[in-house]
């Protein structure tokens, strides 16, 4: 694997007593779209501003191409920012806005402006380049507001909840926009959410943040199915979470008994030791539902206590002996032939291969 | 589909007070003036008359317009210093400064105003004169003594009395409403610090600039204190004029004549101004 193109080493960023990113290690590599997750006050906004410029870390070091990027002011940097609020100017036409960051390289008035139609073109709102910014929709807004970053030709693109503005819909589209052009353009993406679904859908690779730490590094997929801990599980959600005690382990399974019975689990590296306090994860929509007991390794009871329904997915609400809470997560037309009263008992099961072991703590 | 427009009596009633007010103490005395404007004096008496020889007598004088470059002059030149001198201080307080102290800065900035605008003039002298504080300092690293009162530089502290502290007050509040991200957003695309003031600052401020320097110029046009007090009335200004020309063989409709030709300028300027500070950027609809 060649260099990662950016690299954060110890990083810390103090803002007097509060500590917004701690002791952050991270490698950003050249052409991935990563997404930077968490819920607001994580230090993911600070961790992008720090590569924008717009902060200077209290301590460790930020390279971005092996050189030494802690004290560059963001002017002097190629590492454009596509802003929550979009920031666009609204003294300026959509076509002025996104020709300001050429203008400010000293790029020649005519280049200037076909370079800036170029991108406008590509974004499909040309029609619009001169018309003043505010008089624009919202996902036209957007499309100025990535123009305006792009047509820098970074190597980088840095994104602060872009999408949070706009309505579902156009969320939705907007994510197809970025992962296409993100491949197109073959440079990387670091894009800054709250939303689960627009990390998964989009990124490559996920950061979970948590309090200023790194809570998981990994693939949608493998924070998903595999979340490293209890934080990471619960904030991914959709999933059940239980706890007990180490039994017996080795590589074919860990046995852990818990207040809901015997279940159980993958082994994970390095094994837990037997009589130890776990807990882990089986993910909401990989337990099966049953009214009579399935006689399986991992089965639980439990009693129904509501249904959300949202289309053609259903989310079960489910709580066992001492009151442990249970979701199970199923197709609506696989419910068929159930009786969805609260207060009906079930029982649930899942494949030992499905229960993943989370880090202690 | 409007509905039919109806006498709204409770509207009416509610602003009947202000109009009755602006008609009896504004519109009338304004129509007053005009109608004197053609009146004539004979033996040092006003006499009702349909005469333009006032207006003849004045707009043909070379004093008169002397005198009225030099007030359109040194108003707009007194403004522009205004402006200039206070927006360092505001751009401080607006960026810089915490919400807090900011607070105490414009109520500070208010306090001038509790005394009375002749007071603070007076005490000028005291630091200008030419045994005063400031060439007493000066003279102790051999400088001066300057004469600056009764001269044009007199006049302009004068105006600055007046108007420097409305100055970075209404800069202040414009720029504190600035959403900050902008300038950001600017810095991120290559705009070096001190660029983003012209590039983005001054763009986003200029109906309040605008109606800050409006305000500036229209409290030193029509000053009479300053350029008389300070200034000395070495060269009249407009109000030193009408004074002179009523106490000049009572020639109130003479007085008149500069007035209105007072009143034209402001609402000119006045009217630009406001046009200029809420013109639509181009492209909007």
Known sequence: MTNPLVTFRNVEKRFGDFVAVRDMTLDIHEGEFLAIMGSSGCGKTTTLRMLAGLESPTAGEIRIGGRLMNDVR??????????????????????????????????????????????????????????????????????????????????????????????????????????????????????????????????????????????????????????????????????????????????????????????????????????????????????????????????????????????????????????????????????????????????????PGNANILEAG | MSAPRRLNLYALTWRLPIILWQLMFFVGPVLFMVAISFFVVRNYRMTEAFEFVNWEKMLTRGYFWDSYWYTLFIASLSASVAMLVAFPAAWALAFRASDNLRRWAVFLLVIPFFTSYLVRTFSWYVILAESGVLNAMLGYIGLGPFKMLNTHFGTVVGYLTLTLPLAVILQTVTMANIDKTLIEAARNLGCKPLATIWRVVLPLSRTGFIVAALFCFILAFGDFVAPFYLGGSQEPTLPILILDTTKSGQQWPRAAVVAIMMMLTLFTVAFTAIALAYRKPAGSR
Do not use: C
């Not at chain 1, 380049?129 to 970053?149: C, D, F, M």
């Open chain 1, 74 to 351: 963001p002017h002097e940097r190629d590492t454009p920012l596509v802003w929550q609020s979009l920031a666009l100017f609204p003294f300026l036409s959509a076509r002025e806005n996104v020709e300001f960051g050429l203008k400010m390289r000293g790029v020649a008035a005519a280049e200037r402006k076909h370079r800036a139609l170029d991108w406008l073109d590509r974004m499909q709102i040309a029609e619009f380049a001169e018309r003043n910014v505010a008089t624009l929709s919202g996902g036209q807004k957007q499309r100025v507001a990535l123009a305006r970053s792009l047509v820098m030709e970074p190597q980088m693109l840095l994104l602060d909840e872009p999408l949070s503005a706009l309505d579902a819909n156009l969320v939705i589209r907007m994510q197809g926009v970025l992962t296409r052009l993100q491949k197109e353009l073959g440079i990387t993406f670091v894009y800054v959410t709250h939303s689960q679904s627009e990390a998964f859908a989009m990124a490559d690779r996920v950061v979970i943040m948590s309090q200023g730490d790194i809570a998981q590094t990994g693939a949608p997929r493998d924070i998903y199915r595999a979340p490293a801990n209890r934080f990471v599980a619960e904030f991914v959600g959709r999933n059940n979470i239980l706890t007990g005690t180490v039994t017996t382990t080795n590589t074919g399974g860990t046995e852990i008994a818990t207040p809901q019975g015997n279940f159980t689990a993958q082994t994970p590296t390095p094994p837990p030791q037997t009589g130890q306090q776990v807990s882990f994860t089986v993910s909401a929509d990989l337990v099966s539902l049953s009214g009579d007991a399935p006689g399986t390794v991992n089965q639980a009871r439990a009693t129904l206590i509501s249904e959300e329904f949202i289309g053609s997915v259903v989310t079960l609400f489910l709580e066992g002996p001492e009151g442990q809470e249970y979701k199970v997560q199923m197709q609506e037309r696989a419910l068929t032939g159930f009786d969805l009263t609260p207060g009906t008992d079930f029982w649930l099961s899942w494949e």
